[in-house]
């Protein structure tokens, strides 16, 4: 185990068991003996002979750092989460005091937006959250994301360069869409910075202009992974109403490719959990998502130049011409659902699908009308290990009553 997870795991079983600087609990839940070790080492009398060496004119810890060592450090190694104490600023206490960031991690990815029945004002953004400890309760944070919204950044959709290979039908070998400036950029558009403090079982986060959220936070059992919900905001003029994010200490360029996605994770149990607004009414509602069959892989050579490139294609099948070339019936239609890497060495993905009878009602064999596009950002913990995707969908229509404006986790947890 590396020494991230070991900490994330020992901030996370602390934050859960309430520790503090009496009794042990051991990793396994026993009661463990206080006076039996001490986590800097020294023998259980240790405290004893030093203060019998300052009676015999030996030097004590005050005068040995000459007064100028703060009091912070002095408690270190005490066994007790003293003053502002963090597992970041006394490793040697760490597991005494509680996580100063949200169950002991730094690096989310998040998803979030404002949806409401009847309101053409829906937005969302995806991105990340950065998390760092200032003091044993709060910090700083910041924001990366891409951002889109109804009623003034109405990004149109943009082709990706990451094709289909291999896909069924053979010739709908179709490059991806996604929601415009996700592909096309390097990174994130748009970025926030603010503070966040932490009580309990919550994490508030105050942005400039005092706009605040509120998240629950539910470690994984593991304890190598949190999830953020969001439970609450204000100050917004149209506040966030759903949101995801989930959270370790990897680096955003940490990610898995297609090719482990579709093998080593393709059992994982996925669950699509989501709120889509469409036509003035938001849906929200949660069903599996499943890896493991009607997928295909595609391992071909990335197109125009990129590298990297990893795919999974599910197959459409045939369909009657419909009358009307704008509208079928998806629960008569295949559906082509299209899923892939870009190159571009972080967390991101792209997720788009279209009914099959559309393209063929309009001739086509890759369809270029108002499919689903949906960008997902890869959620993984300490060890590396995927989780599934956060992600939105921002898929404009002709009018704004006819946008698809959603948030939504594909995750196992």
Known sequence: MNRASTRALAAIACWLLSCSGGGVTAPDGSAGDADASRPDGLAPDADAE??????????DADSASDGDEPIDA???????CDDEETCESCPRDCGLCAPCAPGGMTNFVVAIGHLVDGSTEGWNRL????????GAAGGTVSSAHWRFNQSSHRHARELTGVSGVDCTPAERDCEIRTSG????????????AGTYSLEGGTVT?????DLVETWAVTPHAAGLIVRLDLAGSSGFATPPTHGWAYGSNASFESAATMTEVV?????????FEYAIWNRNAVTEDSAPFDL?????????????????????????????????????????????????????????NVYEFWTLCLAEGREETCYTGNSHVRPVMQ??????????????EWSPGYEASGDYVGVFRMTDF
Do not use: K
């Not at 002095?74 to 007790?80: D, E, K, L, P």
């Not at 986060?205 to 202009?209: C, D, E, N, S, V």
């Open 379 to 392: 959620a993984i913990d300490d060890g590396g290990a995927f989780h599934g995707w956060v992600g939105i």
């Open 74 to 80: 002095r408690s270190c190694g005490n066994t007790a």
């Open 263 to 271: 093998t080593t994770y393709r059992e994982l149990p996925l669950r």
């Open 292 to 348: 493991s069959s009607g997928w295909s892989q595609c391992d071909g050579e990335a197109s125009v130049g990129q590298t990297g490139c990893r795919m999974l294609a599910a197959d459409g099948g045939g369909c009657d011409m419909p009358a009307d070339p704008h509208w079928c019936d998806p629960g008569e239609s295949p559906m082509m659902y299209y899923l892939g890497d870009l190159p571009a060495g972080d967390r991101r």
């Open 50 to 59: 030093t203060d019998r060496d300052a009676e015999d004119g030996g030097a």
């Open 181 to 192: 400036t996700f592909a096309s950029l390097p990174g994130p558009e748009e970025t926030l």
């Open 205 to 209: 986060i105050a942005w400039a202009g």
């Open 127 to 134: 991105g990340t959250y950065t998390f760092a400890c200032t």
